[in-house]
């Protein structure tokens, strides 16, 4: 758990100072593939908590689903249709999802004390 919170850290403290910029035109692919990146950090987090967590399944899942995430908004900008709400359902969905049971896994293991 304490990697994951100092890469964590390590990775918002490089965004904030590194001078990486992107077009505009990239934001929608940058958002979803984020929101994927995210979705997995906090399934790998979950999946920490309930003794479960395998490095591979996470580094797959992280890259997996913002490549995905990216396909799906680009193919969807070319189509002319917002295929990328699937995306953002999808990862929202599940982000919330982990969010819930994250914080039961915290409040039980507060109320046990």
Avoid: W
Wanted: overall charge positive; proline content about 3%.
């Amino acid at each position: 758990m304490v990697i994951i919170l100092i890469g964590l850290l390590i990775g918002v403290l490089l965004g904030m100072y590194l001078p990486i910029t992107y077009p505009t035109s990239y934001s929608l692919y940058m958002s979803v593939a984020i929101l994927a990146a995210l979705d997995s950090v906090f399934g790998a987090i979950r999946a920490h908590m309930e003794k479960k967590f395998n490095t591979a399944i996470f580094v797959s899942g992280f890259f997996g689903n913002a490549v995905l995430a990216g396909i799906l908004a680009y193919i969807g900008d070319r189509l002319g249709v917002p295929l990328y709400y699937a995306a953002i359902f999808a990862f929202g969905d599940r982000l919330f999802q982990n969010f819930a049971i994250i914080r039961r896994h915290l409040l039980e293991g507060f109320m046990k004390k």
